[in-house]
């Protein structure tokens, strides 16, 4: 019998993740809070009562994979839809199709991959067929369900998040693919523990990724016969920068930014900085992050530091100036400076509130004194009469009313006792005593 060399290609022909795909539920890596003993999924499973659901989460945690373990343990026709190269003839097709196998007996799993790419009329042709029990829908999806999928279908399935697995779960994996024969068990690979961790740190919960770069390492390692030396230098030229879960226009761009919002609300400048080069190095546009930083400036800090804007825009420029790499440090100084600055969200709530009020109070006049009076009709109708111009005063204020009539009593703008709002609250009381005094006399 001719003896196979690990490098003939017959031997080669799927990748390492394609011939270690779990088969059954128990070589499943991770999901403990879904496929444990007793657990919902599991039992739904066990006892076959399988209906539509989603799987919600990042890549390479067996969203495929147990989609068909679930379609082989309930003796079901498995079908995997791409939501890429399909469009509504095609599902009608597999639809029609899959009625057909129902009225014989038979159930149908169709699987559809990145379901969230499917547009709306494309994801309702779904919805008669689920209906009826013509399919078992399995969509699979990395973004939100409840942003990406159609509120119709959302409510008939039942959603199930897959987390990413842990260091320990990829760990386990790779070990068991140096040791499975349908991995690299009939070879002796030299492969210490730390280039392993190394290798699932690289992954970042994603198995695929992990399995690709074991592979990778493993053939581009030294060879002596059955046995393969994998060194530290074979595996730094495999993983020359680490690919980081993140999607620019996904719910992860989304947790990261408000990451960093919130760590600079709280004062937290160590994780501030964090969050940053999080965003940063995971290919983030920091002219983005640069104008959220912007608006922070004015939404969580405005009066109790007004250079906090200041240090903001001066960010901003000089990301258009250095761009990356160079500009992360100019981030960083800003990040830092408002994190460090006293918090006052007193102008975010002062428009909020003027806001509302404009928008219920859309018909109330301008009083006639602050009205503009071009032309002799308008002084005629009292436009610009009674004005008081604040700098013919000694102190540079007047009783003059600006408000509405209905609006008179209305205080927006509330300053906070943090930083220098503390003084801008000492003058806005002095103004209103001066105005309160003179407003008679």
Same mark, same amino acid.
């Given at each position: 019998?001719?003896?196979?060399?690990?490098?003939?290609?017959?031997?080669?022909?799927?990748?390492?993740a394609?011939?270690?795909?779990?088969?059954?539920?128990?070589?499943?890596?991770?999901?403990?809070?879904?496929?444990?003993?007793?657990?919902?999924?599991?039992?739904?499973?066990?006892?076959?009562?399988?209906?539509?659901?989603?799987?919600?989460?990042?890549?390479?945690?067996?969203?495929?994979?147990?989609?068909?373990i679930?379609?082989e343990?309930?003796?079901s026709?498995?079908?995997?839809?791409s939501?890429?190269?399909?469009?509504?003839?095609?599902?009608?097709?597999?639809?029609?199709?899959?009625?057909?196998?129902?009225?014989?007996?038979?159930?149908?799993?169709?699987?559809?991959?990145?379901?969230?790419?499917?547009?709306?009329a494309?994801?309702?042709?779904?919805?008669p067929?689920?209906?009826?029990?013509?399919?078992?829908?399995i969509?699979?999806?990395?973004?939100?369900?409840?942003?990406?999928?159609?509120?119709?279908?959302?409510?008939?399935?039942k959603?199930?998040v897959?987390?990413?697995?842990?260091?320990?779960?990829?760990?386990?994996?790779?070990?068991?693919?140096?040791?499975?024969p349908?991995?690299?068990?009939?070879?002796?690979?030299?492969?210490?523990d730390?280039?392993?961790?190394?290798?699932?740190?690289?992954?970042?919960?994603?198995?695929?990724?992990?399995?690709?770069?074991?592979?990778?390492?493993?053939?581009?390692?030294?060879?002596d016969?059955?046995?393969?030396?994998?060194?530290?230098?074979?595996?730094?030229?495999?993983?020359?920068?680490?690919?980081?879960?993140?999607?620019?226009?996904?719910?992860?761009?989304?947790?990261?930014?408000s990451?960093?919002?919130?760590?600079?609300r709280?004062?937290?400048?160590?994780?501030?900085?964090?969050?940053?080069a999080r965003?940063?190095?995971?290919?983030?546009?920091?002219?983005?992050?640069?104008?959220?930083?912007?608006?922070f400036?004015?939404?969580?800090?405005?009066?109790?530091?007004?250079?906090?804007?200041?240090?903001?825009?001066?960010?901003?420029?000089?990301?258009?100036?250095?761009?990356?790499?160079?500009?992360?440090?100019?981030l960083t100084?800003?990040v830092?400076?408002?994190?460090?600055?006293?918090?006052?969200?007193a102008?975010?709530?002062?428009?909020?509130a003027?806001?509302?009020?404009?928008?219920?109070?859309?018909?109330e006049?301008?009083?006639?004194?602050?009205?503009?009076?071009?032309?002799?009709?308008?002084?005629?109708l009292?436009?610009?009469?009674?004005?008081?111009y604040?700098?013919?005063?000694?102190?540079?204020?007047?009783?003059?009313?600006?408000?509405?009539d209905?609006?008179?009593d209305?205080?927006?703008?509330?300053?906070?006792?943090?930083?220098? @709002?503390?003084?801008?609250?000492?003058?806005? @009381?002095?103004i209103?005593?001066?105005?309160?005094q003179?407003?008679?006399?």
């Amino acid at each position: 019998m001719e003896q196979k060399s690990l490098f003939d290609n017959r031997d080669l022909n799927s990748p390492l993740a394609s011939r270690l795909r779990p088969k059954v539920l128990e070589e499943v890596a991770g999901q403990k809070h879904l496929l444990g003993e007793g657990k919902i999924l599991r039992q739904l499973i066990e006892q076959d009562q399988v209906s539509s659901m989603i799987f919600w989460g990042p890549p390479g945690v067996g969203k495929t994979t147990l989609a068909r373990i679930i379609a082989e343990r309930t003796q079901s026709h498995f079908v995997d839809f791409s939501a890429v190269t399909s469009g509504i003839k095609e599902i009608k097709e597999v639809m029609n199709k899959a009625e057909l196998n129902r009225q014989m007996g038979e159930r149908t799993i169709l699987f559809v991959d990145e379901i969230h790419r499917f547009n709306k009329a494309q994801q309702d042709a779904f919805l008669p067929f689920v209906e009826k029990g013509s399919i078992i829908l399995i969509g699979a999806t990395t973004e939100n369900p409840s942003f990406e999928i159609n509120a119709a279908l959302l409510s008939r399935c039942k959603v199930f998040v897959l987390q990413a697995l842990s260091v320990e779960d990829l760990m386990e994996l790779m070990r068991r693919a140096l040791k499975d024969p349908r991995g690299f068990g009939n070879y002796q690979i030299d492969l210490n523990d730390d280039l392993l961790w190394m290798i699932v740190n690289f992954a970042n919960g994603d198995a695929r990724t992990a399995l690709n770069t074991l592979e990778m390492v493993v053939l581009n390692g030294k060879k002596d016969g059955k046995r393969i030396h994998v060194t530290k230098e074979n595996l730094e030229q495999c993983i020359n920068r680490k690919s980081l879960l993140y999607d620019k226009k996904g719910e992860e761009h989304y947790n990261l930014i408000s990451a960093l919002h919130k760590s600079m609300r709280n004062s937290d400048v160590q994780a501030s900085i964090y969050w940053l080069a999080r965003m940063l190095e995971a290919g983030e546009d920091p002219l983005y992050i640069a104008r959220r930083v912007v608006r922070f400036a004015s939404e969580d800090i405005g009066m109790a530091d007004s250079r906090a804007m200041e240090v903001a825009v001066a960010a901003y420029q000089a990301c258009h100036f250095n761009g990356m790499p160079e500009c992360s440090v100019n981030l960083t100084q800003a990040v830092v400076y408002i994190a460090l600055s006293p918090k006052s969200n007193a102008l975010y709530m002062a428009y909020e509130a003027a806001k509302k009020d404009a928008l219920e109070h859309l018909a109330e006049p301008v009083p006639l004194a602050i009205r503009n009076a071009p032309t002799s009709l308008m002084k005629e109708l009292h436009y610009g009469e009674g004005y008081q111009y604040a700098h013919d005063t000694e102190e540079k204020l007047t009783t003059l009313q600006c408000l509405p009539d209905a609006l008179l009593d209305r205080k927006y703008y509330v300053p906070t006792r943090q930083g220098r @709002e503390g003084r801008i609250q000492e003058r806005m @009381e002095q103004i209103e005593a001066w105005q309160k005094q003179h407003r008679h006399q």
